[in-house]
């Protein structure tokens, strides 16, 4: 069973000088130093579970290890085991790869006052990349209005390879996110924190990761409030629509042979090496999939993550209908855009590809007819080219950030949701790059992620070099989310804000997050009728890992 309970003990933050505090925990005693900018006290690198190592690398988590001693909680660099990308080489310059990775940080406000709310924040990067380090949200909470904890999780095939057999059940990854919460509560009284008043965020994946751990009975009464950020848990990539089939593809990769028999196929990937199966980061993909990521498990009779497929619990309602800040930037396509040299030819020659691999059709010329309508709606009868860039940039928006997540918010309206507070992120300065063969500029992935964060982009963590306009936008994003954190309202009562109500049917209203916040009427509502029509016909259920031994022979 990976559901396991700390035993808490009743502890308090002690302040043994004026640059640290110790906090005694059930697991041990751990010191936290303050921030060289003061204001806050920083809590590196704190085991919350420890993860299985070698063969049972694919196991849920294990409590974390116990100390006697104090353990000085700073940067170690500990990150999971992941790809080397150049595009983000950043985020594992100086950093220690290994299996048993689960840390967390707490960043904790130089405030006598407890009790205070939490905001968990799940790092992004397509579940293959990433760590708890990677970002980071000082500058949010020198208001001493919250705690602000990040954290590791299994990644890739390490976190979401998924055979539903007893040695790898799936979702290991997932099973992290849900021992983190489990972890902040029963530990985060003592840091200073309410641990009936917990915000669970994230970007991208983290979004994703956010909005399935919503839905997943695993989690139930660890958090109070919701922000995905730029994802959801109805996003292609968000659940494998066929593990086993992943699995035994990467595996024929790595050049393994019987990848039809369940047994041997298991032993491959128990003794792969870290090199193995790290040696693709999966970014490439046309299908709006990055291959590892969340499963529907076979029930093995230990706890499962998720034993229904997203869309059917929504449909059922059967989920905690907890209050929802959710939205996107208005260019999330740009994502793709270092694609678009290559792809748009591709797309010219077999726009099928770019389907999104959550559709199924019964033969390829359905496929292909589909294929065609999507492309009609998008660009006419036009090719795909340089002139028409910014339907590239549309589509991709849609079909992997934009339509999931307001489906989502559909679904949310009519089970009676009351809650959900729907935004867009548009922003954008001189600073933004121009849309390649536009004067037009957009607001990238995330891009509300990193209003949120310190500095003033991924790679620039110096604030102060911001454009003025970024730093009065990335002043209103973290009003409005701590804001959020602290009352469940984005604009509660005599905040300086316009009013932001609950969005009701048809998808308005919506809060537009530009130089100026407007309050305005029903968002993509066209393109995601368009959508709509298509995955009430085609949507292909995902499926878990068949019982072993009913394996198709078929090579």
């Known amino acids: ?51 299985p190592t070698g063969p049972n690398k694919f196991k849920p988590p294990m409590p974390p290890p116990t100390n006697q001693e104090i353990l000085e909680a700073v940067d170690r660099g500990i990150i999971c085991p992941q790809a080397s990308m150049d595009s983000f080489s950043a985020i594992i310059v100086n950093k ?88 902040v509560k029963d530990n985060i009284q003592a840091f200073g924190g309410n641990p009936n008043d917990v915000t669970l965020g994230g970007g991208s994946a983290g979004a994703a990761s956010a909005d399935l751990v919503m839905l ?14 730029s994802g959801s848990s109805l996003a292609a990539f968000a659940v494998q629509p066929d593990p086993l089939e992943n699995a035994k593809n990467f595996a024929k990769q790595l ?11 298991e032993k491959f990937y128990k003794s792969a090496t870290l090199e193995q199966l790290t040696s693709d980061a999966f970014f490439d993909k046309k299908n709006s999939t990055f291959v590892f990521s969340p499963c529907v498990e ?11 497929d997203p869309l059917t619990i929504l449909q059922n309602g059967n989920y905690e209908k907890l209050p929802l800040l959710i939205g996107f ?3 999330e396509g740009l994502l793709r855009i270092d694609f678009f040299e290559t792809w748009k030819n591709a797309m010219n020659e077999k726009f099928s590809d770019f389907l999104p691999a959550d559709l199924t059709f019964k033969n390829e010329e359905q496929k292909q007819e589909i294929a065609n309508i999507v492309k009609q709606f998008y660009f006419g009868n036009k090719p795909v080219n340089n002139d028409n860039i910014l339907s590239y940039v ?55 992620t990193l209003a949120l964060l310190d500095g003033k982009n991924v790679y620039e963590k110096d604030e102060n070099k911001s454009s003025e306009e970024f730093k009065k936008m990335k002043s209103v994003v973290r009003k409005l989310w701590t804001n959020f954190v602290t009352t469940g309202f984005p604009v509660p009562e005599g905040s300086e804000f316009p009013s932001w109500p609950a969005v009701r049917a048809n998808l308005t209203p919506y809060m537009s997050l530009g130089r100026t916040l407007e309050l305005k009427g029903a968002l993509l509502q066209q393109r995601v009728r368009f959508w709509n029509d298509i995955y009430d016909k085609y949507y292909h259920t995902p499926v878990p890992p068949p019982t072993p031994g009913r394996l198709s022979t078929e090579l």
């Not at 076979?298 to 229904?308: C, M, S």
């Open 1 to 51: 069973m990976w559901k396991w309970t700390f035993v808490c003990v009743c502890a308090a933050a002690v302040l043994a000088d004026e640059g640290s505090r110790v906090v005694r925990l059930a697991q041990g005693p751990v010191r936290g130093y303050r921030d060289p900018q003061g204001d806050l006290f920083a809590f590196y690198s704190v085991p919350y579970a420890s993860a």
């Open 96 to 183: 220690t790869m290994k299996e048993d990775c689960l840390i967390a940080s707490i960043l904790v406000p130089d405030t006598q006052d407890n009790n205070l709310p939490v905001l968990v924040h799940i790092h992004g990067g397509a579940f293959q990349i990433g760590n708890g380090y990677w970002f980071q949200y000082k500058n949010l909470i020198r208001t001493k209005n919250m705690i602000v904890v990040t954290f590791n999780y299994r990644l890739g095939v390490h976190g979401f390879l998924c055979l539903g057999t007893k040695d790898i059940p799936g979702n290991a990854g997932m099973k992290d996110q849900v021992a983190l919460l489990r972890w």
């Open 216 to 229: 997943s009975k695993a989690s139930k009464s660890l958090f109070n409030k919701v922000i995905p950020e």
């Open 255 to 265: 050049n393994f042979r019987n990848a039809n028999d369940i047994s041997a196929l």
């Open 298 to 308: 076979r029930n093995i009779g230990d706890e499962v993550f998720l034993d229904e």
């Open 329 to 331: 930037a208005n260019m």
């Open 394 to 448: 549309d589509f991709f928006s849609d079909v992997i950030f934009n339509v999931p997540a307001l489906r989502s918010v559909e679904l949310h309206l009519k089970n009676g949701h009351d809650k959900v507070y729907l935004y867009e992120y548009s922003f954008t300065d001189d600073e933004i790059p121009l849309v390649p063969h536009t004067e037009v500029r957009g607001a990238n992935h995330c891009a509300q």
